[in-house]
């Protein structure tokens, strides 16, 4: 199955869904390549505290596609990634198509191949869409947010892919507009409901995904049940786990300070 994460405006939380689905989906078993296709602005790598300067698309597609199962890169969790380089500035078709043609021979090998696409229906979301079997909409309770994401359905339909959903993000449920509402606005059904979580901002700053750094944390409980939605059975983070770590290594830090 090959998602492409995508919204209408950038920001809205689409590479952090991206991320955590396919920590999840990693952590249950299944073979994910998580693929930065948001050739204009990358941040994958950056998630993760890297810096993709070799083993990079680009880097491969210039030399013609040889030694590709270098650009596999393999994150702790068991997710494998690739991305491009920032030095990639020309984004015409013909690079765009040739770098799909590079990375398509990896995608037999995987259960999941999730597409973390740019914002708006620009040159790159054409071959996001293209190449995926269905597309996952991401937005914001605001009305720029969500008429955007309904434009990215309608381009979606019209290049005769399913729409799965949607996931509403960063969600408060004051002075915004409502989930159901928001489920009219664009015209498909929200699959899942992220409360907007300060505890997001400290994963990040860690590079940490936070369903492994804080997995019981409230927007961590949401990627799960978006995640099972997903896989159509209930997946839970394991309790215990990577939380109580994260309490011992506060209390030893607190000590040390
Ligand atoms: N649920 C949330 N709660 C709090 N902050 C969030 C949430 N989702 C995203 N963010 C913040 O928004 C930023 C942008 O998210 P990101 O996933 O990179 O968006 P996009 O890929 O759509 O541009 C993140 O770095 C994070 O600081
Ligand atoms: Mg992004």
């Known amino acids: ?30 073979k994910v390549l998580l693929v930065d296709a948001n050739f204009s602005a ?8 890297t810096i993709p300067n070799s083993n990079t698309m ?43 043609t590079i990375m398509e021979p990896l995608f037999p090998n995987y259960d999941f191949v999730i597409f973390d696409g740019p914002a708006g ?41 399913s729409v799965i959903g949607a996931v509403l993000n960063m969600v408060t449920g004051k002075d915004e507009v409502s989930v159901q509402e928001a489920q009219q606005i664009l015209e498909t059904q929200i699959i899942g409901v992220i409360p907007f979580d300060p505890a997001i901002k400290k994963a990040v700053n860690e590079g940490v995904p936070i369903v492994m750094q804080s997995p019981s944390s409230k927007a961590s409980k949401a990627y799960y049940e978006i995640a099972s939605t997903l896989l159509g059975k209930e997946v839970k983070p394991k309790e215990g786990g990577s939380d109580w770590q994260a309490w011992i290594k506060r209390i030893i830090d607190f000590l040390l300070s």
Request: glycine residues 10%; hydrophobic residues 40%.
């Open 1 to 30: 199955m090959k998602i492409a994460v995508l919204s209408g405006k950038g920001g809205v939380g689409k590479t952090l869904l991206a991320i955590n689905l396919s920590v999840i989906f990693a952590k249950e078993g299944y």
């Open 42 to 49: 990358p941040t994958i790598a950056t998630y993760f505290k």
């Open 58 to 100: 680009d880097e491969v597609l210039q030399r013609g596609g040889e030694g590709l199962e270098n650009m596999i890169w393999i994150h702790p969790s068991g997710v494998h990634f690739i991305t491009p380089s920032f030095n990639l500035v020309s984004l015409d078709d013909e690079t765009l198509q040739n770098l799909f």
């Open 121 to 161: 229906v620009e040159k790159d979301t054409h071959y996001v869409v293209h190449h995926s079997d269905g597309v996952l909409l991401v937005a914001n309770p605001n009305y720029p947010s969500l008429y955007n994401a309904l434009k990215v359905n309608y381009f979606a339909q019209a290049a005769g892919k």
